[in-house]
């Protein structure tokens, strides 16, 4: 049986794939099905086996996002899940997304929890562990930054946004949304 990593946006998913992703990331993560508005912004990595997903991930634009003088556009690596562990199937999927966001010179940023920084490091992603502070999401409603205690997994690319954010520790990353974690 033929194992293959297709590409396909949010929106243009089956009803029988996008239930399979809706599942995994409720066994996994308790969260609600993903909303269209969520849909129409990924674009995901699937690891297929005829119809069966065996693991998942997605990409989101984040723009603008600004750092000191500069504005930077960054890909958020989410939804990533593999159905069975431990067999390479998250692997596969997590290094589609890197070499797709190094081919097309995007900065790639994810949120995980410390237990998986052997893993995306495994995946060829620099990690950093003390620069999530930085980074905050600011509306009228107030500051959200992430309260789960997650490091971040990253691979930069030519504007070495994270070689500068990572030089500053001190000076904020403004965010315009709170879902790249
Ligand atoms: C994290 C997750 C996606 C990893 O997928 P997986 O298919 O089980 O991992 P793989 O089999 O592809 O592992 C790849 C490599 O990472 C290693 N690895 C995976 N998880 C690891 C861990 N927690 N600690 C140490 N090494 C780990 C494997 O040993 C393997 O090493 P190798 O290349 O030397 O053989 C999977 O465990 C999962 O779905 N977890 C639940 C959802 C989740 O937490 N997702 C991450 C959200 S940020």
Known sequence: MKQQIIQKRGTELSGEELQQIND??????????????????????????????????????????????????????????????GQGYGKAVVTAIKKYLLENDMTGIGFCMLKNKPFYEKCGFAVAEHATHQFVHKSDNGEIRNEDGQIIFYVDSSDQFMKKVLAQPNKEVILPTSGLW
């Not at 508005?37 to 119809?51: C, G, I």
Request: charged share 25%.
């Open 24 to 85: 995994a990331i409720y066994r996994e993560f308790k969260v609600q099905p993903l909303s269209l508005e969520s849909l129409q912004k990924k674009m995901f990595f699937l690891l297929q086996e005829n119809e069966k997903i065996l693991a998942m991930g997605a990409i989101m634009k984040v723009t603008p996002v600004k750092f000191e003088n500069g504005t930077y556009t960054l890909f958020g690596i989410m939804n990533i899940i593999a159905n069975e562990k």
